[in-house]
């Protein structure tokens, strides 16, 4: 009956049904503690009890019956389960209900869930350590709460889990080095540790990360053939190590990076050319490359860079005329240019450029489509005009 009124999303009524049964069910396992089927049974009413109570909005009682569920596994303990693919559907289960709050910004309870998959898979993975399915399956309840943790900004315990998580994958790809979804796993997570370690403006510690994880992808990429998502995941990676290798001033490293980078997203700019995100990703690159070669006084690499993003930023003005975002980024390239041109000495050249950068952000400041960044270009272009060349 339970079911029929949750079907029907009743869910008040499924709610006290599955409560009944639930307390009903623990008084069976306390009377035949022997009887294994008792806890399994308490365990699926106990988790209907919580998603009925979270779809009528009870969150605390949500979370009881949650709590309860995983109390249900733990009678287990001792005991010959049998067959366990119910345990695992559970934390899937929760995770997925997990994941909708906090999509709605119940983040809190959204963690508590998260933590009770993590240790019904922690209860399954005591049981069975040398299954390496199960041991994964632990580690991505573990990267589920860093993220989470990660949400609410506390970023030293969302590092401590996806530390966790590292060391339970790393284990697993060496035992399994052919498989590479682990590979995988663990440069995913290895990234995310070089994120909140910057975030907890750790840059070594990021660095030493980043670099775990390109490794990584580049063994899969070797090994494996084209793979949009794949290479979609890589160019990220690349672009956050290509930053910070420049923000630590290592500056022939981080050219190497971002000229990786812009091989990668010339491929995917290609391959999906219905998407501009490729191409202002590339423009980023290439503005990159041109910061990194500046700071090495090689003026006419910088400029060559530059003039590659405005020559990509151009293309993309034209495919979206209306786009005012494009034609002020190529006004601010071709200021960064202009500066470049003059730092070289061809001042008749510079003049021109500063000109085009002022010419082009007047305009869009006309009409009113200039943010607080283009007022500040156009007010530098125009003072740079009225000096003295």
Request: glycine content about 6%.
């Amino acid at each position: 009956m339970g079911r029929v009124d949750f079907l029907e999303r009743k869910y008040d009524e499924a709610f006290q049904l599955y409560e009944q049964a639930a307390q009903s069910l623990t008084q069976l396992t306390q009377i035949d503690p022997g009887n294994v089927e008792w806890p399994r049974e308490l365990a699926t009413n106990a988790y209907w009890v919580g998603e009925s109570g979270i779809c009528s909005s009870q969150i605390d009682k949500g979370l009881a019956g949650f709590q309860q569920t995983l109390e249900a596994v733990r009678l287990l303990s001792g005991s010959k389960v049998g067959e366990i693919q119910w345990i695992k559907e559970l934390a899937v289960n929760l995770d997925n209900v997990a994941s909708l709050l906090a999509q709605r910004g119940e983040t809190n309870g959204g963690l508590q869930i998260f933590e009770l998959s993590r240790e019904i898979r922690r209860w399954l993975a005591q049981r069975d350590q040398s299954n390496v399915e199960i041991q994964s399956d632990l580690a991505l309840s573990l990267g589920n709460i860093a993220g989470a943790l990660t949400a609410q900004g506390k970023m030293e315990e969302a590092l401590a889990e996806y530390q966790q998580s590292a060391r339970i994958l790393r284990s697993i790809a060496g035992q399994q080095p052919e498989d590479l979804k682990y590979q995988m796993a663990l440069a995913q997570v290895l990234e995310a540790i070089g994120d909140v370690s910057q975030t907890r403006q750790k840059s070594a510690e990021a660095l030493a990360a980043y670099q775990e994880s390109r490794k990584l992808f580049a063994n899969i990429v070797n090994a494996t053939s084209a793979n949009f998502a794949l290479s979609k995941e890589r160019a990220g990676l690349l672009k956050r190590l290509s930053q910070l290798l420049t923000f630590l001033q290592q500056f022939d490293r981080a050219l190497a990076a971002w000229q990786e980078n812009t091989e990668l997203l010339q491929q995917l700019a290609e391959t999906d050319a219905a998407d501009p995100e490729w191409n202002r990703e590339l423009t980023v690159a290439w503005e990159g490359i041109g910061y990194v070669y500046a700071r090495q006084q090689k003026f006419e690499d910088a400029i060559g860079a530059y003039q590659k993003a405005a020559a990509i930023l151009e293309k993309l003005k034209s495919a979206e005329p209306d786009n005012s975002e494009f034609e002020e980024s190529r006004a601010g390239t071709e200021l960064t240019i202009a500066k470049l041109l003059l730092s070289k000495g061809d001042t008749d050249a510079a003049h021109a450029a500063f000109k085009a950068s002022s010419d082009a952000l007047f305009e869009l400041n006309q009409r009113g489509r200039l943010d607080e960044q283009g007022r500040k270009w156009l007010e530098e272009a125009d003072s740079r005009l009225r000096q003295p060349f």
